[in-house]
């Protein structure tokens, strides 16, 4: 007489050979991917007359910003770099992920992925950061008071600016600046420290990082002439 007892090792082989092509299916889909932006941003930098690396060939991860000091890992890649619209510029994928452990000690990583430019300034600048006030930032300015407030209450309520020096950051956000800031840095933020700029706002398709160097530049060029001339760059 057949036996009714389902063959259960060979239902664990079936289940595992089916864990396994879905974990296979997923790595390739996402490999793909990968090389599809990659070619996608080497076509812009063309386009836009910059030139193109996968690696990042600046050691970029070195650069004092704040952005790229978060998390328990990050990494920099599809690097393009030259003068854009007469700016010296260098654009790059970004991504930094968190580790968490569950009660049972398995890890896990959130990944977050950014689009940024890095640029010059003609100035000497202690820190400050520009970004969209978010409820963690607004729980944050609760605990800390560390937000820096200006005249404007509608500016204050858009934006967490943060930094150092509340002189500095003063002149650095004037009326000007405020209004370019509330009309058209929907979705992007940005850091000076030194001589240097950063500009970033979350991953993009690879045409979308042209509207990253022209919001860069925008943003550069509106930078008070009172900042150079407070904070010289020597």
């Known amino acids: 007489m057949a036996s009714d ?6 239902s664990f082989f079936f289940l595992f050979l089916l864990i396994g092509l879905a974990v296979a299916a997923v790595a390739w889909f996402s490999y793909q991917a990968k090389l599809r932006r990659q070619r996608g941003l080497a076509a812009v930098a063309a386009g836009q007359g910059l030139d193109f690396s996968i690696q990042d060939p600046f050691g970029t991860l070195s650069e004092p910003f704040a952005l790229l000091g978060r998390g328990d890992g990050r990494g920099v890649e599809n690097v393009m770099w030259g003068f854009w619209q007469g700016l010296e510029v260098r654009a790059f994928d ?9 009660s049972e000690g398995r890890t ?9 430019v890095l ?7 202690p820190r400050l950061s520009i970004s969209e006030e978010t409820v963690l930032t607004r729980l944050a300015d609760a605990l800390t008071f560390h937000d820096i407030q200006f005249e404007s209450e509608e500016f204050n309520k858009r934006f967490n600016v943060r930094g150092d020096d509340k002189r500095f950051a003063s002149a650095f956000c004037d009326a000007r600046m405020m209004d ?5 840095a929907d979705g992007s933020a940005f850091e000076v ?13 690879p045409a979308g990082i042209v509207g990253v160097l022209g919001t860069a530049k925008a943003f550069r060029e509106r ?3 009172v900042v150079s001339s407070l904070y010289p760059n020597r």
């Open 108 to 116: 896990s990583r959130s990944y977050h992925r950014f689009d940024c």
């Open 223 to 225: 930078i008070p002439d």
């Open 5 to 10: 007892t389902p063959d259960v090792p060979g």
């Open 180 to 184: 370019w800031l509330l009309q058209h």
């Open 119 to 125: 640029t010059l300034v003609d100035a000497r600048c």
């Open 193 to 205: 420290i030194g001589d240097r700029m950063l500009c970033w706002s979350k991953r993009l398709e």
């Open 94 to 102: 970004y991504w930094y992920y968190d580790e968490s452990s569950d």
